[in-house]
């Protein structure tokens, strides 16, 4: 009780003292907020969109695969028979993809254009719904299902609807040469938005048959092979036996291990923002320092009269003390709550994802504010306090009261 | 007979200034007995706020002994002379040495702030010690610059007697107050002298020295000499 009450004492003195000298607490409580404020801004914003990501790739299914042929290969049937035969292998399937722009409303608009069983990607993709019409045959290959950002524009009016005719303009690559080309397709449904992810983004997406990869885009050779395994147990063994299969020849995606690699580049983005951050509490504990020996300066004759009155030299240690953490507490509150506002702004805007000089997709996600994250921004903003203002604290509890009564 | 409340056995303190050594007390003892209230009077420089910081334990001699209570102190860690401090000893300075950003009320119950006493029990006391000081409970919510120089030492005198110390220790108290305000302080100190509590005063001034019982002339760090007062010189009967 009589250490609670001295607390409390403690407490409302260092309040007082601060007040006495209020625009230099202040401008020390300023230098504090910064740290709490680029740390709980940052860390929650690379969180928030990293819980996004991830959750959109595992989205995409847990338990699909796909195979790139590297530039000397192409895959042939025979591949895709032998894939088809593996253990735990559900379905294999190729495809036939291109990037290309279509007009949507005033705006031309990046798009994907994947030619592949479609039923497929309803099976790999859950969640993902038809809004209106139907998904087209293998006959029916000059007939697309198309994503909803290509349907509607940015203000969610309507563009396209079925029937309509979207005209593609694709760079195709043969013998060497590119050369611009335009296909014509006719919309047989339309999807529900999606959300999308990065690589997969079915918004922004017009799937098509698989012959109308040969038939419509002219492309020769499959773009990939697109896997699905039994259970998401199974997805490493069966990569390693694909691995073996095709060594070199192609390469092997999974989105489980896809997500493992943006779970990494997570955690290092927010390895390098809190070390970042820190450099800010360094600063701050700067000038925690700074103040408080000022301060312990000013009040020598101070700390003498208290030594007079029976403060011992801990007491007065922790009295010092307590005014650097007091300034932390009020930085760190002030430091989170703009924190706080400030990732909600930086959210808000959204990051593109960018195929050339044009915006395929604008990704937005809420910042992701734990208690862990605020407990560690108070934790680390209270250490400034302590750092800062132990030396000056320990200054002024050894002091000598004669020689600090002396003091002029 | 009277108990000795603080005892000092050739008591010697020296300062040391690279290579210069200056002596602050050369060897005094003295004997201050419960309920006595004793002037020290001395030149500037004699040796006078030197010998009062020895008897308050705030600072350390070079050599000698200092007992307060029967206890000696040399053999006491700085927690422990903390706490004598805090409980046997009030301190009254010629400068009040009143915080001044802390309003009245905050300046006399800071003595009781390391006994972890409750605020509502601190305020009582604090009351109850500002009257006994002579001041008024009117100037409790004020900060001590809104008050007088008397006024304040009667403050100052208030944060001494809060934690009922036996001991009260005075440096110069009247040194920075008019004739009226000298007078109010001294028929102060002799009240709580008349309710049992030593009180070692150092002065320069006669008439203020002539109000307490015994007085001791220190010259060059050494008492020199005691003489008895003359109560008919005593500043509360002067004009």
Known sequence: MAALQFIFDFFRLSIKALTERKTRALLTIIGIAIGPLALVMISSVIDGYGDYVISQIEGLGQNAIVLFPESNYRFTQKDLDAIRALPHVKRAEPFYSIQAQVRVGTQTRMVFVYAIPIDVVFEAIKGLEIYKGYTPSDTEYLKALVGYKIAFDDNNNQVYDLGDVISVTYIRSSGGKQEIKKASISIAGILKEFGGAFFLSPDTTIFLPLPAGQRVLGLSDWSGIFVLVDSSTYVSDVMEQLRQMFGSSASIISFQSIANIANSIIGAMNFISFSASLSAFAV???????????????????????????????????????????????????????????????????????????????????????????????????????????????????????VALRYE | MP????????????????????????????????????????????????????????????????????????????????????????????FFNLINRLTVLENIEMPLIPRGIPRPERVERAKEALLLAGGELSWLPKKPLQLSGGQQQRVAIARAIVGNPSIILADEPTGNLDRASTKTVIQTFLELNKRGATIAMVTHDPEVANCTQKIYIIRDGMIVGVREPDKSRCVLYTQ
């Open chain 1, 284 to 402: 701050a504990v700067a000038g925690v320092a700074a103040t408080m020996i000022t301060s312990v300066v000013e009040r020598t004759r101070e700390i003498g009269v208290l030594k007079a009155l029976g403060f011992s030299d801990p007491q007065v240690l922790i009295m010092i003390l307590m005014e650097g953490v007091v300034m932390s507490l009020i930085g760190g509150a002030i430091g989170i709550s703009l924190g706080i506002v400030g990732a909600h702004i930086l959210a808000s805007r959204g990051f593109e994802i960018r195929a050339a000089t044009q915006a395929v997709m604008v990704v937005k996600a809420s910042p992701k504010i734990t208690a862990m994250g605020i407990g560690r921004a108070v934790g680390l903003t209270v250490l400034v306090g302590v750092l800062g203002g132990i030396f000056p604290a320990y200054r002024a509890s050894k002091i000598p009261p004669a």
């Open chain 2, 3 to 94: 108990r000795e409340v603080i005892v000092l056995e050739d008591v010697v303190k020296v300062y040391r200034v690279g290579d210069i050594v200056t002596y602050g007390l050369r060897g005094v003892s003295l004997k201050i007995y419960e309920g006595e209230f004793i002037a020290i009077m001395g030149p500037s420089g004699s040796g006078k706020t030197t010998l009062l910081n020895m008897i308050g334990l705030l600072d350390k001699p070079s050599s000698g002994r200092i007992y307060i209570d029967g206890v000696e102190v040399s053999k006491l860690s700085a927690r422990e002379i903390a706490r004598v401090r805090n409980l046997k000893i009030g301190f009254v300075f010629q």
